[in-house]
């Protein structure tokens, strides 16, 4: 009896042995199954072209605008009411599909400047001027949506000045162009993108935002993996860390590391661009020359002589700078930036001057590459403001700069993701909104805020979130001191062709410089117009503005600073 139940009992721990290994045999198989379709993702050296080939087929798009604080009610009628500022007309539906025959062509259409008998025109005026859009047929537009910008400028007077375009939504555009310079004037009016380009592009920022995508390091020992990263990974298909930011709410995610924790993370970096993201018959509604940032022809003349201002019976002159505000922040002159906010505009030519009006100061610069310039500008100016050597990578910072002479102390800090810099230590992400809360502030201390270029692969939404949290963070700063100068740059133009038009197309930052000037417009801050700086100056667009740009928007700030300084 006893030899028969001992036997049994070997008999069942054989069986439950082997039912364990069996067991674990399968959970190591179905581990294998949920990793086998993103295992290239976690490889420590895997190129970023596979990267994107892996997640052009393994990962769909999630709706970000869902993803982090639920709205008040004040904020979502917030966000709705932004929303609708912003909203684009597209193409009617209709039977054929749109393709580039039915789309607007720039050699086609053409502008005329209204009256078109002519008339004298002197500053102060508004000069009125009418597009009309015709198709690749010749046949004129039945609808709006196309993307336009419009200029008057005069090379012989290093003048310019941005256009208002009015979209009548039947194929006729018209332009208001503030007349603020006596001399010669040369109208500009340039197709960046047809209303059927505009609906691709709306398309990709509501099922794409996948389209730049992300990556961390991860290292432990000798060990290490990278795994993809971004704010819309799926929540529910493979296990994720979770790296949201505690204060903001604001969500970041990366896929786990198959064999590492999620707090060996590293290093935050761009992984790379997803390819093939529209049909061939859409590509053509973005071709460089053709459709893609053409200028249109003037139907007649494009260029008006304009007379000194009007006077009225006293002898005095009449214009009246507050009536072109609704159209322009400024203009250039002389190739000089005249903001037409009533502030005096100083050149700032030498380092003394620029070191007498920042002297005793602490500049706190938060955010992309473009506000990297002002920094960059800084240094390149001032002999003495020597920067110091943090061992931080190259474009990406943190930087921090000292003048001991002048008491002047300049520090620059990349915002939080999405950023695509190539490699942000992981320790070094902070967001705009919780640095901003840890500033002492004060009449000696300058803020100077620049976040946009990284935004524009995502919906609307995410960057309204975003510039909440910095707003909320500013009141509070300029609550405690009330004295604190703050600077916010907005985004600029930039070259594109067909790859940069679907990331980083004007028309997405156009958007976003609209929902920024009007999220920031009742805050006591400087907002300096890169946007209509960009578009009145005569040198080509780009991302990182060139060297007289950026010595007018300094200049513009340093003024802001300094309001009593003196030309120099």
């Known amino acids: 009896m006893a030899r028969t139940l001992c036997k049994c009992v070997f008999v069942f721990l054989v069986l439950a042995l082997s039912g364990l290994v069996f067991l674990l045999h399968n959970i190591h198989s179905v581990e294998n ?28 798009n999630h709706t970000c605008a869902r993803l982090g604080e639920k709205l008040s009610r004040e904020d979502e009628l917030e966000q709705r009411a932004l929303l609708d500022y912003i909203d684009w007309p597209g193409p009617p539906p209709r039977s054929r599909p749109t393709t580039l025959p039915y789309s607007s062509d720039p050699i086609r259409s053409h502008f005329t400047i209204l009256p078109k008998g002519g008339k004298k025109w002197y500053v102060g005026d508004q000069l009125e001027v009418l597009v009309q859009m015709r198709d690749f047929h010749g046949r004129r537009k039945q609808y709006g949506g196309d993307f336009l910008l419009a200029r008057l400028h005069s090379p012989e007077l290093g003048a310019g000045v941005a256009g208002r375009v009015l979209d009548h939504q039947n194929g006729l555009y018209s332009v208001s162009l503030p007349l603020l310079w006596s001399g010669p004037a040369e109208v500009e009016v340039t197709l960046v993108h047809p209303s059927e380009a505009v609906a691709v592009l709306q398309r990709l920022r509501k099922e794409r935002s996948d ?42 995610y990366c896929y786990k590391p198959k064999t590492l924790s999620c707090d060996t993370r590293v290093n935050h970096a761009k992984g790379g661009y997803l390819k093939r993201l529209i049909s061939n018959k859409e590509s053509l509604l973005f071709q460089s020359g053709v459709n893609l940032k053409v200028q249109v022809q003037a139907s007649g003349a494009d260029r008006i002589t304009v007379l000194p201002p009007r006077r009225d019976e006293l002898g005095v002159q009449s214009i009246k700078p507050e009536s072109v505000q609704l159209v322009t922040s400024g203009y250039y002159y002389q190739n000089s930036w005249r903001p037409l906010d009533g502030a005096n505009m100083h050149q700032f030519n030498d380092s003394s001057a620029i070191s007498q009006c920042l002297k ?32 931080s990578p190259k474009n990406v910072g943190p930087f921090m700069a000292v003048d001991s002479t002048h008491n002047i102390l300049v520090k620059y800090r990349c915002h939080g993701p999405p950023i695509r810099f190539s490699n942000v230590s992981a320790s070094e992400l902070r967001y705009i909104s919780n ?13 100077v805020l620049s976040i946009w270029a990284h935004f524009s692969t995502f919906p609307v939404e995410v960057y309204i979130r975003r510039l909440r949290h910095i707003r909320r963070a500013l009141v509070r700063l300029l609550n405690r001191e009330p004295g604190t100068v703050v600077v916010i740059r907005s985004a600029n133009l930039q070259v594109l062709d067909q ?23 009742r805050l006591d801050v400087l907002l300096v117009d890169a946007w209509q700086m960009s578009l009145a100056h005569h040198l080509p667009h780009a991302l990182h503005p060139h ?3 950026i010595k007018n928007m300094v200049d513009l700030v340093l003024s802001y600073i300094c309001p009593e300084s003196r030309k120099s």
């Not at 949920?34 to 769909?60: G, V």
């Not at 980083?504 to 417009?521: A, G, I, P, R, T």
């Open 211 to 252: 389209r730049v995508f992300f990556q961390s390091l991860f290292r432990l020992g000798s060990l290490s993996e990278t795994t993809l990263c971004n704010m819309c990974l799926p929540l529910d298909e493979y296990p994720l860390c979770n790296y949201t930011d505690l204060h903001t709410g604001e969500p970041w």
């Open 547 to 549: 060297p007289p740009i």
């Open 435 to 447: 640095e901003l809360d840890l500033l002492s502030g004060g009449p000696d201390t300058v803020v």
């Open 360 to 391: 005793n100061k602490v500049i706190n610069m938060f955010g992309d590459s473009t506000v990297r310039q002002w920094f960059e500008y800084l240094i390149a100016s001032l002999p003495e403001l020597k920067q110091l050597n943090l061992h």
């Open 499 to 521: 790859n940069v038009s679907l990331y980083n197309s004007d028309w997405f930052s156009l958007q976003l410089d609209e929902v920024l000037k009007s999220m920031f417009s």
């Open 33 to 60: 199954l949920t990793y086998r379709n993103i295992s290239t993702l976690h490889q420590s050296k895997l190129h970023p072209a596979q990267l994107a080939a892996t997640l052009s087929t393994s990962y769909h």
